[in-house]
């Protein structure tokens, strides 16, 4: 009698305790945000007559500004408001955001120790304490760790795809620009009906053009992950009466993209992530960076950076 009482005291205890740990999983306590909307600007001064302008955005991320939408569009419409107020925004405006700012979105509504990892290791740890049911995956499938990234970001997938159609043409539509809006790593990507859809299939790089009236403009650009030169065509769009080519590239040690006039010989700068994020989930190779560490930037100052391009008529 006292052993099947200790064995169900026993049971309930441990009962008790993964209740308590579940609990403790899905609480996600609010975290003071403070992060640095600062943005500068480098611009040539506009020509007499203009067919429109490219302005390439460099924003400054850090892991705390994908703890939520929210945070990440704050820190972008700081930067779009610094350019309203220089008037660089019109309706034959081109903004342009860097490779994978949308690939980050699979870290929202983690756990704040998450964002305060300092290592690879730690950040997987986080992942799988805050995710119960990523880290019993893990256990009986035997994830190595770039399994668990991508099955982590296939978990996520679907609310990935939600903020990133969201906040892009969000963006694209309150300031009343065409807006290339980075990419972001996706299953199988797809738009139905207007939307951004995820699928079960292999991992593909998406990039969308979200119009003016912050609806997708033109077909998903795809490309394979990880990045394979040549592998796909350079993806174009027109704004106004200006056709872009997109070019990317990640033999410089970073993903980075650049832009072209497809009648004329107009390239802009290098465009590429600012700040201090890592990849979030493995594929890529040691070698890339997401960040550069070192390159020649736009500007001392700290922020953002823009660097505006007109266009200049015919």
């Known amino acids: ?38 943005s500068s600007i480098s611009s040539a001064p506009a020509p007499a007559q203009t067919r429109g302008n490219l302005l390439l955005i460099r924003p400054q991320l850090y892991p705390m500004d994908y703890q939520s939408p929210a945070h990440l569009r704050l820190k972008l419409a700081a930067a779009l408001d610094n350019a309203r107020d220089a008037g ?84 694209a539509r309150e300031y009343r620009v065409t807006l290339l809006a980075g990419s972001i790593l996706l299953p199988e990507p797809r738009v139905e009906d207007g939307r951004l859809l995820s699928g079960e299939g292999p991992l593909r790089n998406l990039s969308l053009v979200f119009s003016p009236q912050g609806t997708i403009q033109g077909s998903p650009h795809l490309e394979p992950w990880p990045w394979r030169a040549d592998a796909t065509p350079a993806q174009r769009l027109s704004v106004g009466t200006v056709d872009y080519r997109v070019e990317r590239d990640w033999r410089p040690g970073y993903p980075q993209s ?57």
């Open 1 to 38: 009698m006292i052993r099947k009482l200790s064995i169900l005291l026993i049971a309930l205890i441990a009962g008790s305790c993964l209740v308590a740990f579940l609990i403790w999983a899905e609480r996600r306590p609010a975290a003071h945000y403070l992060s640095d909307l600062r």
């Open 88 to 171: 660089l925004l019109g309706p034959d405006t081109l903004v342009a955001l860097p490779e994978h700012i949308g690939t980050w979105l699979l870290a929202r509504g983690e756990k704040v120790e998450f964002y305060q990892a300092r290592s690879r290791q730690e950040v997987r740890d986080w992942l799988l304490l805050g995710n119960p049911l990523l880290a019993i995956e893990a256990l009986l499938l035997n994830l190595d760790a770039e399994r668990l990234d991508e099955a982590l970001l296939r978990m996520k997938a679907e609310q990935m795809a939600e903020d990133y159609q969201q906040l892009f043409g969000g963006l």
């Open 258 to 314: 650049s832009l072209h006039l497809v009648d004329g010989d107009l390239s802009s700068p290098a465009l590429f992530l600012r700040g201090k994020l890592d990849w979030p989930i493995g594929g890529a190779s040691r070698d890339i960076l997401l960040i550069p560490r070192e390159v020649e930037q736009a500007s001392p100052a700290p922020g953002s950076h823009l660097l505006n391009i007109w266009i200049a008529a015919e």
